[in-house]
């Protein structure tokens, strides 16, 4: 059980910005929010991760809502490489390294 | 420094059979995740090794088993192979210790088996 709810998928224009919704209305005081996506013929790769507060890094934004029941990946100025599946994970801080997938929301990028 | 490579990349077996997947860590790693990707879903996790040592287990019967070698790369044994065992096989490595706070998991391109 995921227990995280996306949209199957989405789509974008290149060079617009895309933010991909994820619902985790039952997430516990210390779960994370941790984000990978997937390339086409590739294993997952990290992308973001947060707990309360916004988090930027060089590849995307992560906003965190205040009663933490959802968060929205940003991608600033979405490119053709970033047509991926983005998979939004909810993780206890006592699961270690151990990640739940769901079914993430594919990203389509028009040129 | 090298990433996460996993052999072989393709793999055909038929139904009853035996399989080893094997995954080397990216450099410095000492943990070694297994992860089963099913078409057109998320990846599932089967089991992490730290230090050579089991630490986790997902909801995969015995029949899928593994091994952590001192050099921290990794095989993922399957046993009486079934149809639903094709799939994606995905390894991922990171450094950390099992429980403790989260560390980045860098991902392998994964091994495609068919099972016939």
């Known amino acids: 059980d995921a227990k995280t709810t996306q949209p199957n998928s989405m789509e974008s224009n290149e060079e617009e910005p895309v933010h991909l919704p994820c619902n985790h209305s039952?997430?516990?005081?210390?779960?994370?929010i941790h984000w990978y996506r997937q390339l086409p013929s590739q294993g997952p790769e990290y992308v973001i991760h947060?707990?309360?507060s916004n988090v930027n890094n060089r590849m995307a934004s992560l906003a965190i809502a205040e009663d933490r029941k959802s968060s929205t990946l940003i991608l600033h100025r979405a490119t053709l490489r970033d047509a991926a599946v983005y998979y939004c994970?909810?993780?206890?801080?006592?699961?270690?390294?151990?990640?739940?997938f769901g079914g993430g929301t594919r990203l389509m990028v028009k040129p | 420094e090298t990433g996460v490579t996993q052999s072989p990349t393709h793999l055909i077996k038929t139904r009853g059979q035996q399989v080893t997947l094997r995954c080397s860590s990216q450099?410095?790693?000492?943990?070694v995740s297994w992860y089963q990707q099913a078409l057109g879903q998320g990846p599932q996790f089967i089991f992490q090794?730290?230090?050579?040592?089991?630490?986790g287990r997902g909801n995969f019967p015995p029949r899928f088993s593994g091994l952590q070698f001192p050099n921290y790369s990794s095989e993922l044994n399957v046993n009486a192979l079934e149809l639903d065992d094709s799939a994606l096989y995905l390894c991922?490595?990171?450094?950390?210790?099992?429980?403790?706070?989260?560390?980045?998991?860098?991902f392998g391109p994964g091994t495609r088996l068919t099972v016939l």
């Open positions: 991922a490595s990171s450094l950390g210790r099992s429980g403790s706070s989260y560390n980045e998991q860098f």
């Open positions: 039952t997430i516990s005081g210390t779960d994370y």
């Open positions: 947060g707990l309360t």
């Open positions: 994970i909810r993780r206890p801080n006592n699961a270690g390294n151990m990640l739940t």
């Open positions: 450099s410095g790693h000492n943990t």
């Open positions: 090794y730290y230090r050579e040592e089991e630490n």
